[in-house]
């Protein structure tokens, strides 16, 4: 009972909140918050204690492996890798996702890097968490419960506390056999589907074809990068506009409002912003609400495109135009010494303007000069469609002055069971 009060009072707050309508009373917010967090939680840090009195923007950057390496002195709550790892490891294995450590919820992440991260959530930060999505993302009613359909890598206590009177949760886990959810999903019949978008994008194909037969009021994509084309084809299948979140181990970073633009938290996190080409950036977050595992100048691995123009919605915070997906999905070449970036999108929306005859495709790029593609499609349209496809890449090369590209055509399965579904990746290292 204590967890839904707790829910509640979080839910009010961030209610009187959303009166934000100008940036400076963001700041003015987020300043703030940031130093109420830092007297209170840094000192319990072993690794921030030092830098109590220390300007936010001269704490050191902090990433995904040096998370890692310093998990015992990031975390104040006293809890060590190697016992958090074999708990979260062990829910993984035994499908049973109850595990707590000194009441204190671990959840592994992969990412989309397949790196192993662990996350902590103290129940006051779960209760927030919730609150959050209540508030945010899900349109629930007081009149009606909702049946709420979820799919996830893993079930987590993260995500079973939403069990209440307005939402019932049902959890789907990705690595089943796909038939079977779908039949499954058919007998729900779900008020809202969350999913990843490549998942989603396979229920409207079996939507289309009669396999399933639902009408869901809302759905709900997180976890990847959702592209135009699934959007377009999700969205016509079942007749809603679909809500985009984006959520990560990182915490729960932003999510589109109702004219389809993406915000960000800022009531929760600060966001800096780490330019790598006129309006495409990388988020650094700050988030002033994780206690439990200090979240301080983050630096994500996703690249954003901002948006330059007021959202229609009213909403003063920051609007992103589009999640272009991580910094390894930005492909890399030389050409007469420069290095020169091209972005997943690019490729993407150029293949998607060339055809529309495939189910999936991947691209890799597996040396500065060669791209492996794989597609499927009809047997029978296969050669056209790569032939397109080829026409349509070594274009978006070419108009970016970039020569001697090979592209090779491999057989492999482009969708892999519970693997992320991602169709531009560069495969070798590179620093960007
Ligand atoms: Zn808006």
């Not at 050191?60 to 016992?83: C, G, Q, S, Y």
């Not at 959840?107 to 945010?136: N, P």
């Not at 359909?149 to 056999?177: E, P």
């Not at 800022?266 to 330019?275: G, L, N, P, S, T």
Request: proline residues 3%; charged residues 25%; contains cysteine.
């Amino acid at each position: 009972m204590f967890f839904k009060l707790q829910i509640i009072y979080f839910l009010v707050r961030i209610k009187l909140r959303d009166l934000f309508r100008n940036r400076a009373q963001i700041e003015h917010f987020q300043q703030r918050r940031w130093h109420r967090f830092a007297r209170t939680i840094l000192p319990k840090s072993t690794f921030y204690r030092s830098y109590l009195n220390v300007p936010l923007d001269q704490i050191p950057l902090m990433h995904k492996a040096l998370f890692m390496e310093h998990f015992d002195e990031i975390n104040t709550v006293a809890i060590r890798k190697e016992e958090a790892m074999k708990i979260a490891l062990q829910a993984e294995e035994t499908r049973d996702f109850a595990s707590e450590l000194n009441g204190i919820t671990v959840g592994l992440s992969t990412g989309t890097s397949g790196k192993r991260g662990l996350f902590l959530a103290s129940t006051k930060e779960r209760a927030q968490w919730v609150a959050m999505v209540l508030h945010r993302v899900v349109k629930w009613s007081i009149f009606k419960r909702q049946k709420v359909a979820f799919f996830l890598r893993a079930n987590s206590n993260l995500y079973s506390s939403v069990q209440s009177s307005v939402l019932a949760f049902h959890f789907f886990d990705i690595f089943r056999k796909t038939e079977e959810l779908v039949a499954e999903l058919d007998l729900l019949k779900p008020d809202i589907v969350a999913a990843q978008p490549s998942l989603l994008r396979y229920l409207a194909e079996a939507q289309q074809i009669g396999n399933l037969s639902i009408r869901p009021q809302q759905i709900i994509s997180f976890a990847e990068v959702l592209h135009d084309d699934d959007r377009t084809v999700i969205e016509r299948v079942f007749g809603v506009k679909i809500t985009e979140v984006y959520q990560c181990t990182e915490g729960f970073l932003g999510v589109s409002c109702a004219y389809g633009t993406m915000h960000l938290n800022e009531d929760v996190a600060i966001f800096e912003k780490k330019y790598v080409s006129k309006h495409r950036f990388i988020p650094v977050v700050t988030d002033f609400t994780r206690t439990s595992q200090p979240i301080i100048r983050y630096e994500m691995t996703d690249v954003l495109v901002e948006r330059t123009t007021p959202c229609p919605c009213g909403s003063a915070m920051m609007g992103i135009e589009r999640i272009e997906g991580r910094t390894d999905d930005v492909l890399l070449f030389e050409q007469d010494g420069k290095t020169i970036s091209i972005f997943s999108d690019t490729l993407v929306r150029k293949i998607a303007r060339a055809t529309d005859d495939f189910s999936h495709y991947s691209i890799r790029q597996v040396t500065e000069n060669r791209l492996e593609v794989a597609v499927e499609t009809e047997p029978k349209s296969k050669a056209i469609v790569g032939q397109l496809i080829e026409t349509a890449i070594l274009e978006v090369l070419e108009g970016q002055g970039i020569k001697n590209t090979v592209v090779v055509f491999t057989e492999e399965k482009v969708s892999e069971k519970g693997a992320k579904h991602r169709r531009v990746v560069r495969t070798f290292k590179k620093i960007l």
